[in-house]
């Protein structure tokens, strides 16, 4: 099991100092979520030859590895343009991994076209959830036969807001695309729009489960569904937290007993956002606690 740290509390820093921060939290391993320096939300990466040597050398310092590659391109969108610039993105982004020597990437559903190219999902409208399902595939038809011929693992979560934000028809998408190199993460702050019931929801996916998010929520549907109260009345915000363990209301036990039962043996990344004035802190918080409760689970 690779236990890794999401630095993006900490992206203010430059790249090159990542990896001994890490280091120094007692992380072996980073997740590197989006940053203006090397994979930028929905652009086209700002990578180049001396920064991946820089980096590469910054990682061997530290003896911290990647274990996976966050970009988050509009694949799904049904704006062809756009889904078009995101598959060039894609490609590059797999061309980095491979430079990099990273093995796995990771990513979101999707969110759809850019809100200024008209009606999002937040919407909820049939019509659109097709398209951007449809647009999704036509991505996958794209970028599987690349994955494979590369070597490079691809996990993808369901997020609140995208076409998809539930546990099913999440896992069979997964399934469908009937790759070895694509699988399911799940995404721990996201349990309460998956459903209540943790160890069925991981017993459901264990078959293609190969990463997860640690992080933890609260319930947004407890309280008759006024744990929050969001105007204008019937809104389609989508609410939740990422905490550190203990802050929110994700039975833990259950989570992690269930993955130890299942076997799991891929990456467990520390996801908290929530707390950039006490970053490290959390950070060191999060590797402590995670390797107490995989001991405890697995053995």
């Known amino acids: ?51 991946i040597k820089s980096f590469k ?24 343009a756009e889904r078009q610039a995101a598959i060039r993105h894609w490609k590059r982004a797999i061309e980095i991994a491979v430079e990099m020597g990273v ?11 850019h809100p200024d190219k008209g009606t999002c999902y937040c919407c909820h409208t049939g019509s659109m959830i097709e398209a951007c399902e449809d647009a999704w595939w036509r991505s996958m038809d794209e970028l599987v036969p690349i994955l494979e011929r590369e070597g490079v693992n691809l996990h993808i979560e369901p997020h609140p807001e995208d076409w998809v934000e539930t546990l099913q028809p999440s896992v069979d998408l997964i399934r469908t695309v009937n790759s070895e190199r694509v699988k399911f993460l799940y995404c721990a702050p996201h349990t309460f729009y998956f459903g209540n019931d943790i160890p069925a929801m ?15 929520t609260f319930n947004h549907k407890a309280s008759s569904g006024l744990r929050y109260i969001i105007n204008p009345p ?3 915000a989508r609410v939740h937290q ?23 043996d891929g990456i467990m990344t520390a996801c908290v956002f929530a707390w950039e ?11 402590d606690e995670m390797q107490r409760r995989v001991d405890r689970h697995w053995t």
């Open 234 to 236: 019937g809104s389609a």
């Open 57 to 80: 050398k910054a990682l061997s310092d530290a003896n911290v590895g990647i274990a996976s590659l966050l970009p988050m391109y509009r694949w799904a969108s049904n704006d062809e």
């Open 202 to 216: 991981i017993r459901e996916c264990a078959d293609v489960l190969a990463h997860v998010h640690v992080a933890d």
């Open 103 to 113: 093995d796995t990437m990771n990513s979101e559903f999707g969110r759809g076209p």
């Open 1 to 51: 099991m690779k236990i890794a740290l999401d630095p993006f509390m900490h992206r203010h820093l430059p790249l090159e100092e990542l990896p001994d921060l890490a280091a120094r939290m007692g992380y072996e391993w980073i997740e590197l979520s989006p940053r203006a320096d090397f994979l930028e939300w929905f652009k086209a990466p700002r990578v180049f030859p001396d920064r």
């Open 277 to 287: 004035e006490r970053a490290e802190q959390s950070s060191r918080f999060m590797r």
């Open 242 to 264: 990422h905490l550190d363990i203990g802050q929110g209301e994700v039975p833990w036990d259950d989570f992690f007993g269930t993955l130890a039962e299942v076997g799991f």
